[in-house]
């Protein structure tokens, strides 16, 4: 939180429903993306761009608008 105050962001009912079901998955674990070397931390940026990669996305190309 910059500044200290809450950015809220409106979900949609899907996006609730699978941040419910990640929640589950992650049991008492505050994080819902843990790391993969220490639960405690956040998950890497490099290890969301592996993950991409592998489904086939290009996670090099930069769009512009």
Same mark, same amino acid.
């Given at each position: 939180?910059?500044?200290?105050?809450?950015?809220?962001?409106?979900?949609?009912?899907?996006?609730?429903?699978?941040?419910?079901?990640?929640?589950?998955?992650?049991?008492? !674990?505050?994080? %819902?993306?843990?790391?993969?070397? @220490?639960? #405690?931390?956040?998950?890497?940026?490099?290890?969301? !761009?592996?993950? %991409?990669?592998?489904?086939?996305? @290009?996670? #090099?190309?930069?769009?512009?608008?």
């Amino acid at each position: 939180m910059k500044m200290k105050e809450a950015h809220i962001v409106p979900l949609s009912r899907q996006a609730l429903i699978l941040l419910d079901e990640l929640k589950q998955l992650s049991g008492d !674990n505050p994080r %819902l993306f843990p790391g993969d070397h @220490d639960p #405690k931390k956040v998950m890497s940026e490099n290890m969301v !761009n592996n993950a %991409l990669r592998a489904m086939g996305y @290009d996670t #090099k190309t930069e769009v512009f608008n």
